[in-house]
């Protein structure tokens, strides 16, 4: 596997920490968290661990720099203010991330959904992040909890209604 095409910035030791300049500070929190996302995407994970000290992503170690944690929490918060992570837990250690936000993911699913003529249909989580014939679409290979996220979000807009049986998910659209 090719090694991942990491920014300049990351080869710059000053990155590693949080800077106290305003206006320097926020640039260098919006190529983290475009980092983070590209990164993951890359990857093809949807979640971060804050305790995972020696992810590449937070540790370079040609120059012996590492995010603290608490700068990693910081990344992750502005994800969270532009609508692309979560927590997961009341301690903001384990965070779900979006490569797009829930609201683009819904909006993505529900664009095919009238394209390909599935409303009134049932369909499976499965079926909507897996099948092949969507490897074009931005939602394709999208983790399941991440889908059920923004599901969550197209049924409180009444667009569908998900249903459950036995641990498992469907979703039937309007």
Request: aromatic share 14%.
């Amino acid at each position: 596997m090719a090694e991942y095409p990491w920014p300049w910035q990351y080869n710059f030791p000053p990155f590693f920490t949080l800077q106290p300049h305003e206006e320097t500070r926020q640039q260098q929190l919006e190529v983290w968290a475009d980092l983070f996302l590209k990164y993951l995407k890359d990857k093809n994970r949807f979640s971060l661990s804050i305790g995972d000290q020696n992810s590449p992503l937070f540790h370079n170690e040609s120059l012996k720099r590492r995010l603290s944690p608490e700068f990693v929490l910081t990344i992750l918060g502005e994800l969270e203010r532009t609508g692309h992570a979560n927590p997961l837990d009341k301690r903001r250690q384990e965070w779900q991330v979006y490569w797009f936000t829930l609201e683009d993911y819904g909006n993505m699913v529900y664009d095919w959904v009238q394209v390909t003529g599935q409303t009134n249909t049932i369909c499976t989580l499965y079926e909507i992040a897996s099948n092949e014939e969507n490897s074009h679409l931005g939602f394709y290979g999208v983790d399941e909890a991440v889908l059920l996220s923004a599901l969550r979000l197209l049924e409180e807009k009444g667009r569908c209604e998900l249903i459950e049986m036995d641990g498992s998910h469907g979703v039937k659209f309007f």
